[in-house]
């Protein structure tokens, strides 16, 4: 493939599993002119690996803002540059975030060259629903802060992904037990794509236990996937109130739909019931 002057790629690389390393990344990393690397230390046995000569700069959150400036004017002289973070995708918890945003502001291309991600993997292995969640990333370290971060999101629907530190799991999963419930769905995903690789998938309350009574749950990369909140169901009286709002307005078949949408309800229950106050109103 051809590396284009003047872009900057956005480059995933393996979370573990030097395997995951994909023939794309290998090329672009090979072909620009600089790799941005959130710890050029870190990422120094990678390269060297998959002999990767290409020069590094670091970009972490300490100095990000600064060195955006000149890597975007690097950028529009006409140079490849490659950003990487030390395991996975960029920017998901990782620095990144100013750099692609001023080189857009800037008019310049930002291509991403896709691959691993510790969010993506979790959520496929962990057995709880994806059709819609919420990345929270790292919660606050601070006990209080966390514990009104999680006040905030007991009602979430949505699956929730978390990044956690291994000093601070036995913590978090005390808190989570509080806050949603010893029951609530959850899967610990540890090191994936590693040797030691683990998956617990149990309520809250048992997975505190499993990690309270075993260190190793305590090592390594930590990715939590809790099940959303049950939704709330709505009462009959609720969805009638809907309906005749719906009805002033539209007619029945499109009431009873917006109305099933709406309130989570069965839509055929929400349209013989929209048929009922019609013939009612009518």
């Known amino acids: ?43 120094a046995p990678l390269l060297r690996h998959f002999g990767i000569p290409t020069a590094c700069t670091a970009l972490h959150e300490h100095n990000e803002r600064e060195q955006s400036a000149q890597l975007v004017a690097r950028l529009r002289a006409g140079e490849a540059l490659a950003l990487i973070s030390d395991a996975g995708t960029p920017l998901l918890s990782d620095p990144g975030y100013h750099l692609v945003g001023a080189a857009a502001a800037a008019g310049i291309a930002v291509v991403a060259v896709p691959g691993p991600s510790a969010l993506v993997a979790a959520l496929s292995v962990a057995g709880l629903p994806t059709d819609r969640f919420v990345f929270e990333g790292f919660l606050p370290p601070k006990a209080g802060a966390r514990r009104a971060r999680l006040e905030a999101l007991a009602g979430e629907t949505r699956t929730l992904v978390l990044y956690e530190a291994p000093h601070r799991l036995a913590d978090t999963l005390d808190c989570l037990r509080e806050v949603f419930g010893p029951e609530r769905p959850a899967a610990l995903c540890r090191e994936l794509t590693k040797r030691h690789e683990t998956v617990l998938r149990a309520g809250l309350g048992t997975l505190c236990e499993r990690v309270a009574d075993d260190a190793n749950q305590r090592r390594g990369e930590i990715v939590l996937v809790v099940a959303g909140a049950p939704a709330a169901e709505t009462g009959e009286g609720e969805i009638d109130a809907l309906l005749r709002i719906l009805l002033e307005e539209l007619p029945v078949k499109q009431a009873a739909h917006l109305a099933a949408r709406l309130s989570g309800a069965k839509r055929n229950a929400v349209y013989r019931r929209a048929l009922a106050l019609a013939g009612q109103e009518g």
Do not use: C, F, W
Request: aromatic letters at 2%; zero cysteines.
């Open 1 to 43: 493939m051809s590396i284009e002057k003047g872009t900057l790629y956005v480059v995933a690389t393996p979370i573990g599993n030097l395997s995951d390393m994909s023939p794309r990344a290998k090329e672009v990393l090979s072909g620009v002119d600089l790799i941005a690397a959130e710890d050029t230390r870190h990422s």
